[in-house]
DNA sequence: CGCGACTTTGAAACCTGTCAACTCCGGTGG
DNA sequence: CCACCGGAGTTGACAGGTTTCAAAGTCGCG
C-alpha cells in the first residue's frame, strides 16, 4: 500500500497546484509558469454539476481541494463512475487536448475547488510549445494504461477481487489506515457493483479478521499480506 | 452501421500503409515520409506471438493485411482480448510513445504483415518533430476516448447490449451483410462474454428475426431499426 | 426532532459462467 | 479414399455470483 505523503491545506497557489499534478510532472519552471498565466480558479458546492457530457469542453481541470466524480451516462439513465478526482488528479484532459466534446460529466462528490486552463489557450500553447507536447504525450499514454488496468479489473475479476484491489492501491497513513474517498455507493460504482454488493464484501473481509473497521469512513488494515494475496488474484476461490 | 469503404489488396508499400492508418491521418508527405524510411517490415504465421507483456516495446506497429489479436493475460491465466486489429489499425503505439513494458501480449489470429516503426527511432523523431507530437497527441485522446466507451459498454450493458452494440458499429457491405472479423470466440472475449453466451445471443436474435446467419462466419442483417433500438439502451429488458 | 440520503442486511430472481455432450469441419495419416 | 483427430461452435442442464427488491438501521443537517 502507498504510503500518502503530503496532506494539503486549502490555500494554495495556482503554480502550486499545477506543480503537484503528475500530468505535469517533468515540465521545468518557464513551462509551468506559462500555464499558470492561463489558469482560472472555479469553485463547486457540494452535489454542483461542473460540466455535462457530450457539451463543449471548457478546459482542463486540475483539483485543488475537495473531490470530483466523473461519471458517464447511459441513455436509460444508468451511470457508471469513471473516477474520483482528489488534488493533483486532473480530469476533462482527453477532450481539452483532443479538442472534442465531452465524452463524460463531472460534479463535485465534496466542495471542491479547482484550476482550470481553458481549452482554447491550451491549444494555442500546444501549437507553440514542443516540450509541453511531449510531456502531455507521455502523460496521456500513462492515462490509457490506466484505463487498460481499469477494464481488466472488471473484466476479469469477481467483487472480493476488485475490493480487495481497491484497499490495497488506496494510500494509507503510518498506521495502516485507509480513509475512503467518497461515498461508498459512489466507489461500489466506480468497481462497477452495487453498494449492496460492496458492503457485504466489506463484512465477510472484516468476518475474516483482514480489516477492521473505523468509525468515520475508514479502514483499519489488519492482514496486510492476506489482502495483497487476495488482490492479486482474480475469479476462482481455488487455492 | 458503417458502410465497408475498400477492400484492400495484400501488397503495398509502408507508405501505402502508413498512410491509410488512422493513427497517422492528419500528416503531410513530408512527415510521412519521415516515417516510412523508419518503417520495417514484419510477417507472422497464424498462431504466432508478436510479444508478450512486459517485455520492452519493439516498436509500433501497423496492420497491413491479417488479423492481431491484443489481450492482457492474467495471472492465473485467464486473458482478455483488448483489440482485434485488422488493416489500418496500429496496436503497441501507447508502449511505443510512453516508453514503458508493453502492457498486453499480441499474436497473429489470421496471417498478418505489419509495419513496425521502432521505438527509439519514433522516440528520436518525437524528441525534435513538433507536428507529429501534435498529430499523435490528439490521436491519443481518441484512443482513450475509444477506451471509455468499451469501459462503458461492459460496464453497462448485458450480454445482449453489447452483442448488437458490437453488430451495430461493425462494417457491412451496401446488402447489409456483416464479415465478423475473427474467430466467435475471440470476439465474445472482447466483449467480456463466453462464446457460449454469445452464440446464445446470436440466437436469440435470430429468432427475433433481427438477424439470419450466411454461411461462412457472416450475418445479414435483417431489422437494422430494432438493432440500433436494442444496441442503444442496455440492461433491462423492459420496453 | 424529523426528514432524507446513505448503509446494511436478508430473501428471491436473474444473468452468465461452467460443465458436458454433440455436431461440424479441416487436416493428417494409414 | 476413408478413418481418425482436434479445435471451433452449438446446445442443454446446472450452479453460482450479483443484482434486485424490500425493510430496517444510521448518520448528518435544516
Redo the contacts between chains.
Sequence with gaps: MNIQSRSQKSPRTDEEVIRSCGLFRGLDDTQRAVLTSMAVRKRFKQGTPIFVQEEACPGLFVVDHGLVRVF?L???G?Q?V?HLCGPGQTFAE??A????AL??CADAAQPAGCVMIPTDRLQQE??LN?QL??Q???G??????H??????D???RDAMGRVTRLLYDSPCDASGRIQLPGAKKDLANHL?LTSETFSRVLRRLAEQGVIEFDQDRSVHVIDAQQLEQLS?????TDQ
Aim: hydrophobic share 50%; proline share 5%; net charge positive.
Design positions: 458517464r447511459a441513455p436509460n444508468q457508471h469513471l482527453v477532450a487536448i483532443g479538442g472534442f465524452p463524460a500546444l501549437a514542443h507536447c511531449r502531455l504525450l507521455t496521456m499514454a500513462f492515462w490509457v494504461r484505463f487498460v488496468q481499469l477494464l481488466e472488471i473484466a476479469l462497477n492479486g488474484q482474480s475469479q476462482n
